[in-house]
Nanobody, 116 residues
């Protein structure tokens, strides 16, 4: 069973920054997809940023230029650097790992609140 441990969420003022971390219990070198999603009450979980095999990255339009996803393969960890945070970024952020196109695992989620 794959385990994903997230950290780094919290309360930040508009314009501030946070860095989320997600550490996997497995080697992520050949993982098909790893990424970050977010969800607000009453809404579906949506993609924020992802790294696809072949090392391409993709971002939601709403976060382009503000968020950066990166990976540290030896540490089996991905990060989400979030800058210039806005109140609409408030959500529970989830880490996703898909070792292939058949299986998906999720972290427990970490709350990000952007408020003055």
């Amino acid at each position: 069973q794959v385990q994903l441990v997230e950290s780094g969420g919290g309360l930040v003022q508009p314009g501030g920054s946070l860095r989320l971390s997600c550490t996997a219990s497995v080697n992520i070198f050949n993982v098909y997809i790893m990424g970050w999603y977010r969800q607000t009450p009453g809404n579906e979980r949506e993609l924020v940023a992802g790294i696809v095999v072949g090392r391409n990255t993709n971002y939601a339009d709403s976060v382009k230029g503000r968020f950066t996803i990166s990976r540290d393969t030896p540490k089996n960890t991905i990060y989400l650097q979030m800058n210039n945070l806005k109140p609409e970024d408030t959500a529970v952020y989830y880490c996703r790992l898909s070792p292939d196109n058949l299986r998906t695992y999720w972290g427990q989620g970490t709350q990000v609140t952007v408020s003055s």
